[in-house]
């Protein structure tokens, strides 16, 4: 198991060992961290408590999930339920992927986009709709950091899935649990992951299409 990620000075240490941000990605990294703690006085996008440790809880938390598909530059990254951009903000500013944060909240949105202009993130596209009213369109990857129950969460997103999706889902302490109640045949695809960032968090991993016609089916 990689080592845990104890303090925000180790949490930016190995950022910087895994991606080699340049200091404009630094740059960025600081001033998003930023915008999210003064945004949050203005609508709840963290947890006030997870503040002081927000480089550990929230920044480290979303990079790491580049580490289980580095495919830097090629195809869409959805990020459902994105919130304030966790993780799909920092995936776009540590890698040239195109993302796609989908949020339903308009307050959030809006954070986003002004995100997204302040941070210079070209490559960020944000969509505010419910998941349900989101043109298909194919992923690359697809993530979704407290979004919905992993069911749920799947039956939702596997019309964007293809063959080569790859699927970054943190779920907490609950991740072998949830994974246990999908259908055999989703759960075939999954396997699971400890985060860096808390020792009882864990990281489902996934690779492939999940069909229509597997819905329902155990």
Known sequence: MAALLENEEAARAWIGEAFSPTELQWTQLDRFAALVIAENGEQNLIAAS????????HIADSAQLLCFDRRDGEGLWIDLGSGPGLPGVVVA???ARP?????????RCNFLRAVKAELGLAHVRVIEAPLERVETRAAATISARAFAPLDRLIDLSARFSTESTCWLLPKGRNA??????LPQAW???FHVEQSRTDTTSQILIGQGRIAAKQRGKR
């Open 50 to 57: 997870t503040i002081p440790t927000l480089w550990v809880r």
């Open 93 to 95: 500013i540590l890698s």
């Open 99 to 107: 993302v796609m944060l989908v949020e339903s909240r308009r307050r």
């Open 176 to 181: 072998v649990k949830e994974l246990a109640l």
């Open 187 to 189: 759960q075939s695809l």
